[in-house]
């Protein structure tokens, strides 16, 4: 009894630790996944701003890019720029103006498959927009309490936007946040500040 009680003992110790290896390796393979995917967010977001720094070197430099991309492939659906002041239109925020090139070129209202990346925090607006179109995923740069430095804002969290939808979308950020917060602090783009109908006065900053 005693020698059928310890092989039952050592069958248990062995499950026990053959669970734990396997938990182990569970965790290890996921923490690989993540960290692949993370390089994989911070070098698409690097591109995202390098692509709207350009812009500070024109008439009408702006700090807000967004990009979609395949969430599987990787691939860059295309890229966008905040564009109130040029279409003379309040809702062309970049991400909004993304998501609508990229339904008309996909021939699509949803954009299922898609990750969402942005030079700043989306507003209440722009990630009711990407929940409505279905995105896998929103990674963003700054948040809404940089740009609230410079420019006025709806200080509703993007992730509490999310939460209370019946959508399910990932929301991730901040990601580079100093690389994209200088984009909003760059002398181009402080001096156009200036003449944005929804800047910040000094005595409200």
């Not at 992730?159 to 984009?183: F, H, I, N, Q, T």
């Amino acid at each position: 009894m005693v020698e059928e009680g310890a092989d039952f003992l050592e069958t248990i110790v062995r499950v026990f630790m053959l669970s734990s290896s396997m938990e182990i390796a569970t965790k290890t393979v996921r923490g690989a996944v993540k960290s692949k995917r993370f390089r994989e967010d911070e070098r698409r977001m690097a591109e995202l701003v390098e692509f709207t720094a350009k812009t500070l070197k024109t008439p009408q430099p702006v700090p807000f890019g967004s990009s979609i991309i395949d969430t599987k492939t990787g691939e860059v659906l295309l890229k966008a720029l905040n564009a109130v002041a040029k279409e003379i239109d309040p809702s062309s925020h970049a991400e909004v103006r993304a998501i609508r090139l990229a339904t008309k070129k996909l021939k699509s209202i949803s954009l299922r498959g898609y990750t969402l990346y942005t030079t700043c925090e989306p507003c209440p607006m722009c990630m009711s927009t990407a929940l409505w179109a279905g995105l896998d995923r929103v990674v963003y740069g700054a948040t809404i309490e940089d740009a609230s430095k410079h420019c006025r804002q709806i200080h509703i969290a993007s992730r509490e936007v999310a939460e209370r939808s019946d959508m399910r979308c990932k929301v991730e950020g901040p990601l580079l946040r100093d690389e994209c917060y200088a984009l909003f602090t760059h002398p181009n783009m402080l001096r156009a500040f200036k003449s944005w109908s929804t800047r910040k006065s000094r005595a409200s900053v």
